[in-house]
């Protein structure tokens, strides 16, 4: 059974990335012209700071020098995270977007737009927002009836803070 190469870097750059205190979300190696890029993505419960990636960036670049895993040919190595509308793909995606707005495509078909409110191990617990001065209203939704899930931007979102004096008043 042959490996790809991104699977092989995986292998080789997870553990030092775990070293680090963070998750290897994503590895991917792009043509650019002649040259390639080696974009490599990590996050963690809660955020990657520019001295984390930083720190990673130096890890990876030294290990990368010392073996033969990008071959002969130029590279550019990239580090960063998944940025503000990433895609939700594991469980523990979703615990970190807890309080977030998330455009989920349904199994069934269809879309929905809520605010993740709980996770546990079978699914998520919905607000979803209402509409024309209706109030929110709960949902559940078990992992196998997402299909997809993406976190929206949002440029006037409540804080944590905004959304607890609520529920208290």
Not at 52 to 78: C, W
């Amino acid at each position: 059974m042959s490996t790809t190469q991104s699977e092989r870097l995986r292998e080789l750059l997870e553990p030092l990335v775990t070293s680090q205190g963070l998750d290897l979300e994503e590895i991917a190696v792009d043509a650019v012209g002649r040259k390639r890029v080696l974009r490599v993505v990590v996050d963690s419960d809660t955020g990657a700071d520019l001295d984390q990636i930083a720190d990673v960036s130096r890890a990876l670049s030294a290990k990368l020098d010392e073996t033969d895993a990008m071959g002969e040919g130029e590279y550019t190595l990239e580090v960063g995270t998944p940025g503000a509308e990433r895609l939700l793909q594991e469980h523990r995606h979703y615990v970190r977007a807890l309080g977030r707005l998330v455009r989920f495509q349904l199994a069934e078909g269809g879309e929905l737009v809520a605010r993740i409110q709980q996770v546990d191990d079978d699914g998520v617990d919905l607000e979803v927002p209402g509409v024309k001065g209706r109030k929110a209203t709960p949902r559940r939704l078990a992992f196998p009836d997402i299909a997809r899930a993406r976190v929206q931007v949002e440029f006037s979102r409540k804080d944590t803070k905004d959304m607890k004096e609520e529920e208290e008043a």
